[in-house]
């Protein structure tokens, strides 16, 4: 706000209103200005004559006076009751005063009107002992009006009524507002000699000198006030920020310099009344006391909320100019690390000074350098003149600024020295007084505390900035919890575990079922009590449903115990969950498949015995009979628990088969019109077969096993109502996204069956557990839960992948995928042709085999084919048997798993005394591809019981027609 008008002007029209008008005081103030309206109390403000205010701030108060009082001339009433009332300040009546009459005081207006008016001068032309011709010259670039005349021409006109003489008459010749350069007033009073006036004239002083003793009593209070708030404004900061303390300590030695500044404006009162004629000079040495105070108190106040340094040195060292009337002022800072002290900034100084000054520094170490020591000593140094002084004249800041005087002041806070402060007067007749000093001084504290104020604020935010970036960023999942167990701060990691943007102001019971609030409830607990606790539960997500979390809650106590609340940390761990989940299943399958191993191998003894003899007996049978029938009815019965031997042994051992290139859309057709016979006619089968479909590298009985399996179950599923049971066979190409959304399937090409049914359909528990071994919905009878679950491996064991999807009374449908088999160098084979003619020999053979039945029945079945067999049940007979006459056997069977010697290891023995003998491998669990090589060098065959008569007469011929080829 520019400064025109000292508030003397406004307070006259205030006391105006608050006598004729108190109901219109808050229409005075309307629409004065921004600045106005913006202070607290502008009452206060423009009636305080130490305030100053603009022009138009005066113009637009004249013009609110007008239509309020509906008096376009009340703004002359107004001047006239300022004067003809004693409506001066008390610095003007005691002026006024002391020049004794009108025409003294009216050679002193210029002086008068300077202290309180800057939008024009006065030039008295003439004065008489009771006249004067007066000239107001108005500056031009000043925004004025006529109502500013007519104030002057009231002023003037009750200037007399102060020594108590009647109003002047008051005639305007010539007018600046008509076009004339100047106002000009022609006054006239009365004057006649009394003693009674003269009289007056010595005592009315000094009741005048009373009344202003008075109101300089009120300001000094209201000052004294002020001086209150700024300290409790200190105070508050301190208790806000504990790391501000020293620098609040700093405040209050500021606010004991206040003190004392006070006092001597209290000395200077009492001077006032002891010595009248040093009043001028006291009021003078106190109004720039309070301008200092005022630039200390407007700086300590906007520094508070400058944290960029160039920007604070920038503010501060402007104001230091202005109010301290300094013609430059710098700033060094010190570099505690190299020791250096560097120019940082400055004002008052040319853009060329600048840039000599941007990397100028002064080393700590240089004690002859002044700078230097002020700095090491913590102690301001004042020059008086610096051409009189001991300072070197060679110095570059002498030779760059010649200062006339200047002060050097140490920039401290917490008794450590950050730098120093520089401020200079350049004119010849110029000088730094004390005061000066102790005004620089202060206000270097004042950036000291500024600063370091900054660094501090600087470093709050960037660690503000890295705990929110921790925060923010973290992996785990994070609530802030009040006493209350409500949410007052969240994560964004917990928002995406729990599925919730909006968890602030939410209660934490929420996100949890009834029975995890029950767990929680127990940590709160002990959380109350100081501890903290992890624990596992699970918490309700919105799109994830319960997940499992591992829970860590911390809690906050206050110094005195009191629980405020807790800090809880939650990690995910639904998938280490599903990992341990999946390692279970599978340690579970693991056990199953050992045992399932032990019990088929002692199964397919029994079993093969069982068969043997059964196929033995339908040899003695007529074909029409009814015997035979019944015999080759248990024969089928004896071959399907055959196969679901080799099923358990698919599951629990698997094996790598035989694969060779083959195209599944002759098999799915092959399997359905095997199917066909066996569904009730209640099911619909429909096949949408794509014949072109791309070969694959399999076995073809396992897939005819997958699709009967596969079918079977849709065909149970479907048995009460019936149904339609749908098979399609087609090639696909998955792409990434297309692959992701298969368990095990990469990217690329592959041929895809689908069987689809209607029938009853899975929930979500069933199908967590369709592929495990000997799970079945069926009733006991109906089923072994063995077919889904080979179907699962099988599908593995051939690199493909397989999909479930099922809902209660809306079906299933599986998808089953194979790679693409791509090879110009294998033909694509279909299913081997079984043998039906049985081949015979004459050739002598050593069977043995530590199941008695099963030796016995074999030996009967290879008789029956020709060959001489010579049969033990103990291989360590067998092998004694053979050491005795090595050349007497064309070919050795053995069971692999008998006590003392193994079948490996027989055929072992047998190759060291006699390599060319053919030997075959029995056994109902054993891969040939794990049979160690040298051990088996000499093995040509290995059969899996229950091995069938037709099968054994052709690999005993096949093998003894073989020349000498072993599995390895």
């Not at 799915?668 to 479909?693: C, F, G, W, Y």
């Not at 008998?898 to 891969?927: K, Q, S, W, Y």
């Amino acid at each position: 706000m520019e400064k025109h008008h000292s508030c003397l002007t406004t307070r006259a029209v205030i006391e105006f209103f608050q006598e004729n008008y108190p109901e219109e005081m808050v229409r005075l103030f309307e629409g004065l200005g921004s600045e106005i309206d913006a202070l607290p109390d502008p009452l206060e403000f423009l009636t305080e004559v130490n305030n100053w205010v603009s022009s138009d701030v005066v113009l637009r108060m004249f013009e609110n006076a007008k239509k309020i009082s509906g008096d376009d001339d009340v703004v002359y009433k107004i001047g006239y009751e300022s004067a003809a009332r004693k409506k001066f300040s008390y610095i003007q009546r005691i002026l006024l005063f002391a020049y004794k009459n009108p025409r003294r005081s009216l050679k002193r207006a210029q002086a008068i009107n300077d202290k309180f008016n800057r939008t024009k001068s006065v030039e008295v032309v003439q004065t008489t002992r009771d006249s004067a011709v007066i000239r107001l010259h108005w500056f031009k670039n000043i925004p004025t009006s006529r109502d500013f005349c007519r104030f002057n021409q009231g002023i003037y006109r009750g200037f007399p009524t102060v020594w108590n003489l009647p109003p002047a008459q008051v005639i305007e010749t010539k007018c600046f507002f008509d076009g004339d350069e100047y106002c000009e007033y022609h006054t006239k009073w009365e004057m006649k000699f009394s003693w009674r006036k003269k009289l007056a004239e010595i005592f009315i002083p000094w009741q005048a000198l009373r009344f202003s003793i008075e109101e300089m009593e009120q300001d000094k209070e209201k000052l004294r006030q002020n001086l209150d708030e700024v300290h409790n404004l200190y105070i508050q900061l301190q208790e806000k920020n504990l790391e501000l303390e020293q620098k609040n300590i700093k405040l209050r030695e500021n606010s004991e310099l206040l003190r004392q500044s006070l006092q001597e404006v209290n000395n200077l009162n009492i001077q006032l009344q002891e010595a009248n004629l040093k009043l001028g000079e006291r009021n003078i040495q106190l109004k720039e006391k309070i301008n200092q105070l005022e630039c200390l108190q407007e700086t300590g106040t906007t520094i508070l909320s400058i944290i960029n340094p160039e920007e604070l040195f920038q503010v501060t060292l402007r104001m230091l100019v202005n109010f301290g009337q300094l013609d430059r002022a710098g700033i060094f800072l010190l570099d505690e690390k190299s020791q250096f002290l560097h120019f940082a900034y400055a004002v008052g100084v040319g853009e060329q000074m600048l840039q000599k000054l941007k990397n100028y520094q002064i080393p700590l170490y240089k004690v002859d350098n002044l700078i230097a020591r002020v700095a090491m000593t913590g102690q301001s140094v004042l020059v008086d003149d610096v051409a009189q002084s001991k300072l070197n004249p060679n110095n570059p800041i002498l030779q760059l600024f010649r200062p006339k005087t200047f002060i050097a002041a140490p920039l401290t806070v917490r008794s450590k020295v950050k730098g120093v402060l520089l401020a200079d007067r350049v004119a010849s007749d110029s000088k730094i007084t004390a005061s000066d000093k102790d005004f620089v001084v202060s206000f270097a504290n004042q950036i000291a505390i500024a600063l370091d104020n900054a660094n501090l604020f600087r470093q709050i935010e960037l660690s503000e900035r890295r705990y929110r970036e921790v925060w923010e960023n973290a992996l785990v999942g994070i609530w802030m919890l009040d006493e209350l167990g409500i949410i007052r701060s969240v994560n964004q990691r917990m928002q995406e575990i729990c599925g919730y943007a909006d968890q602030t102001g939410r209660h934490m019971y929420d996100f949890f079922d009834p029975d995890n609030q029950k767990q929680l409830q127990h940590i709160i607990t002990q959380n109350r009590e100081g501890r903290a606790i992890q624990e596992e539960l699970e918490i309700t997500s919105r799109n994830r449903g319960q997940v499992a979390v591992l829970m860590s809650s911390v809690p906050n106590i206050d110094e005195n115990g009191l629980y405020l609340g807790s800090d809880i940390m939650f990690i995910d761990i639904s998938e280490k969950r599903s990992m341990e989940k999946q390692l279970h299943q599978a340690q579970k399958m693991e056990a199953i498949g050992t045992l399932a191993g032990g019990i088929a191998h002692d199964f397919n003894n029994v079993l093969m015995a069982v068969m043997a003899y059964t196929e033995d007996a339908m040899q003695d049978v007529p074909d029409d009979s009814v015997l035979r029938y019944k015999l080759g009815r248990a024969l089928q019965s004896g071959r399907r628990a055959a196969d679901l031997v080799k099923q358990i042994l698919t599951f629990s051992r698997p094996q790598k088969h035989e694969r060779q290139p083959i195209r599944l859309s002759p098999i799915v057709t092959e399997s359905l019109k095997m199917l066909r016979a066996t569904l009730p006619s209640t099911i619909i089968i429909q096949q949408e077969v794509d014949h072109n479909t791309d070969a694959i590298l399999g076995d073809a009985t396992q897939m005819h096993q997958v699709l009967l399996n596969l079918c079977t179950n849709s065909a149970h599923a479907m048995r009460d109502k019936g149904g339609i049971l749908k098979i399609a066979l087609k090639n696909t190409h998955l792409d990434e996204a297309a692959a992701a959304k298969w368990q095990n399937a990469a990217a690329g090409s592959y041929v895809q069956l689908t069987v689809k049914d209607n029938g009853v359909g899975m929930d979500r528990q069933i199908q967590e557990r369709i592929f495990e071994p000997f799970y079945t919905t069926k009733k006991p009878g109906e089923g072994t839960g063995m077919g889904l679950s080979v179907v699962h491996g099988i599908v593995k064991a051939h690199g493909g992948d397989i999909s479930l999807e099922s809902s209660p009374g809306q079906g299933t449908t599986f998808r089953l995928l194979f790679p693409v088999y791509i090879s110009s160098e294998r033909e694509v084979t279909a299913e081997p042709v079984e043998v039906t003619k049985i081949p015979r020999g004459r050739e002598r053979i050593l069977f043995v085999d530590d199941e008695t039945t099963l030796m016995e029945i074999v030996k009967l079945m290879l008789e029956r084919l020709g060959y001489e067999v010579v049969a033990k049940s103990s291989s360590l007979e067998a092998l004694e048997t053979f050491k005795s006459q090595p050349d007497a056997f064309d070919l050795i069977i053995a069971d692999q798993t008998m006590p003392h010697i193994t079948g490996v290891a027989l055929a072992h023995e047998i190759n060291r005394i006699r390599p060319d003998l053919p030997f075959i491998l029995c056994t109902g669990m054993i891969d040939s591809s794990k049979l160690e090589p040298e051990k088996a060098a000499s093995i040509r065959q290995v059969l899996t019981k229950p091995v069938s008569l037709n099968e054994l007469a052709r690999v005993v011929r096949h093998t003894l027609d073989t020349k000498s080829v072993s599995l390895h």
